[in-house]
């Protein structure tokens, strides 16, 4: 379509703008996390942009080795946190792909489980906040507060809906020709789905399962409910950084906001073309 | 079926229905198990809590709660929780003010990107990103951004030629507005890749005989765009409406729900009786009074989608 000049320079210069507000918060806090601690705050009137001596230090200090006199070491360094977050957040994905996955088959070739849609999508509407009092009771039973195991049921329950909803849309679209060719064949149903749709749908499984994985290392509220201090995650550690410790560690926690960032948008960038049917529990597809 | 039937009738003529339901319902069990695990049990022992005064500090364990039995209390305290009532109220106006702010925001982005044009791909995945931060990190940024020597009073002091100091989340009026600022910046994304996809629905030869015939660009929009982007509209103001209601990491982590109880919404306010005042026994009452009007209001909604 032709488009006028003006309305050209007008689409940059409002998507540029809209860019630049995207990016600021995120630059800033990249710089952050490389400015040594005389650069952290406004001295006068002066406020450090850019670092002028950009450092390593605040992810030294993070890890446990401080070259600052003016900060005391960590008595817990960033590399727990972030090991549970990983091992929480992945075998959640594991327990939410497995059980959707199925859950999606059962009911997008079988007719089974009628009432799933509907009743995770209310789990979906619920906010976590109003369910936690019975997990937390049952989980302290369970002896599963403060481990990343208990973190990582929590959180299969909590996205399964994506991985059923997501599963479902991509069975429903799903061409049924070679399934039937392998039924008449004489394979047995559950052959079929194992040996024949799965590795078909490798692709879309692989974006389902970093969508879920995504949400999972996302989490806060419920990581700063289930766990204390051996298996915190990552963001309740960067948050519990300044109570710690006297004042503000700027630097420090935007260190580990970056590296809490990072993975993330890494991976949104990689299923960017499914984030949309995600989003939206399969009722769109870009 | 018996084991001498079995083996007696050849497998081809098992019926094939019996077959593939059971198959369904074993594929469909485990999410079955994780959904009642996490639903039907929890909610019946919610229900028993919120009728007692029961308190993990209390020394009982909870099957216990009944020896602490007091009937309907909580639920008529609820009732004249002032604080509560207040943070729905907030909660309210935050959905009130970010989700029309994000759609508007949103759609006219949307309508930016509709044809091709240089380094579309590249800033459109720049647009997307503030959706993918974890939550809890974004609130940091803007914890830092509105910092009284922070970057937000800088730039404002680009404009006004002297310099600003507000105190933005000390402020009880400015901290609820930095709040939404924050949520506006990460999720105007959303509604901006959920309208821009159901945009790109729409058929571009409509588009075209509508320009023939004369219609200008706000008659297409509304003739043509408008009816066909309905059900989508309609998906991404909800899905942005009930995240909105939960609204917490990105909060908390800015003002802690702070100064005061100046952005204190639902999620905080429940939050804050469970961890600090520890009255189990009240949470309950509350958590599930919003699950039985949020479940009714699903209800509603659904039936009044199908039709």
């Known amino acids: 379509m032709h488009r006028s000049p003006a309305f050209v320079l007008f689409r940059y210069g409002a998507i540029l703008f809209a860019v630049a507000v995207t990016l600021v918060p995120v630059l800033w806090m990249a710089s952050m996390a490389f400015k040594p601690i005389p650069e952290w705050q406004a001295t006068g009137a002066a406020l450090t942009w850019w670092p002028r001596n950009p450092t390593w230090d605040n992810f030294r200090f993070v890890f446990g080795t401080s070259t600052s006199d003016l900060i005391v070491a960590l008595d817990r360094t960033a590399l727990r946190p972030i090991v549970s977050s990983l091992l929480s957040a992945t075998f959640g994905t594991i327990i939410a792909m497995t059980a959707g996955t199925a859950a999606a088959y059962g009911l997008s070739r079988f007719g089974a489980g009628q009432n799933l849609p509907l009743a995770l999508i209310q789990l979906r509407l619920f906010p976590p906040m109003a369910v936690m009092i019975p997990v937390m009771i049952m989980w302290a039973f369970l002896g599963f ?136 529990f399969g009722a769109l597809k870009q | 079926m018996t084991m001498a039937e079995k083996l007696t009738l050849p497998a081809t003529t098992l019926p094939p229905d019996t077959d593939r339901r059971r198959l369904g319902f074993r594929l469909t069990l485990p999410a079955q198990v994780l959904v009642l695990l996490i639903s039907l049990f929890p909610l019946l022992m919610q229900l028993y809590i919120s009728l007692t005064d029961w308190s993990p500090l209390s020394g009982l364990m909870w099957p216990r709660a009944w020896q602490m039995w007091n009937g309907l209390a909580n639920y008529a305290d609820l009732l004249s929780d002032n604080r509560l009532w207040a943070a729905l109220g907030r909660t309210a106006f935050v959905m009130a003010v970010c989700v029309p702010v994000e759609f508007l925001l949103g759609l006219a982005l949307a309508t930016l990107f509709m ?46 030629a002297s310099p600003v100091t507000i105190a933005w989340l000390s402020s009880p009026t400015l901290a609820l507005t930095a709040v939404m600022i924050a949520d506006i910046w990460q999720w ?28 200008g660009p706000w008659q297409r929009f509304r003739t043509i765009v408008l009816p066909r982007m309905r059900t989508i509209i309609v998906i991404a103001l909800a899905i942005r409406s009930i995240e909105c209601f939960k609204i917490f990491d990105t909060l908390f982590i800015m003002t802690g729900g702070g100064p005061g109880v100046a952005t204190e919404t639902i999620s905080v306010y429940i939050y804050k009786i469970t961890t600090q005042d520890l009255i189990w026994g009240y949470v309950a009452a509350i958590a599930l009074a919003i699950l039985l009007v949020l479940s009714v209001a699903c209800i509603w909604a659904m039936k009044r989608l199908a039709r």
């Open chain 1, 145 to 280: 507060i403060d481990t990343w195991w208990g973190l990582a049921l929590v959180y299969g329950i909590v996205t399964l809906p994506f991985a059923f909803w997501l599963m479902k849309t991509f069975f429903d679209d799903m061409s049924r020709e070679i399934e039937e060719a392998a039924l008449v064949e004489g394979c047995s149903r559950f052959r079929v789905f194992t040996r024949i749709t799965l590795p078909m749908m490798r692709a879309p499984l692989a974006s389902a399962a970093l969508f879920v994985f995504i949400l999972n290392w996302s989490d806060y509220l419920i990581a700063l409910l289930l766990t204390t201090r051996d298996w915190v995650t990552v963001p309740v550690y960067m948050a519990s950084l300044s109570s710690s410790m006297t004042g503000q560690l700027y630097g420090a926690k935007a260190a580990l906001g970056l590296i809490a960032a990072v993975p993330p948008v890494i991976l949104g960038i990689l299923i960017q073309k499914h984030l949309v049917r995600g989003l939206t």
């Open chain 2, 115 to 160: 044809d091709e044009f240089p380094g579309k791909r590249v800033l459109y995945s720049i647009l997307i990103m503030p959706m993918m931060v974890v939550p809890a990190v974004a609130g940091y940024m803007f914890f830092m951004l509105f910092q009284s020597g922070g970057p937000v009073n800088d730039i404002l002091s680009w404009f006004t």
């Open chain 2, 188 to 215: 105007t994304p959303l509604m901006f890749l959920i309208l821009l996809a159901g945009l790109m629905g729409v058929p571009e030869d409509q588009m075209k005989a509508a320009t023939l015939l004369g219609a």
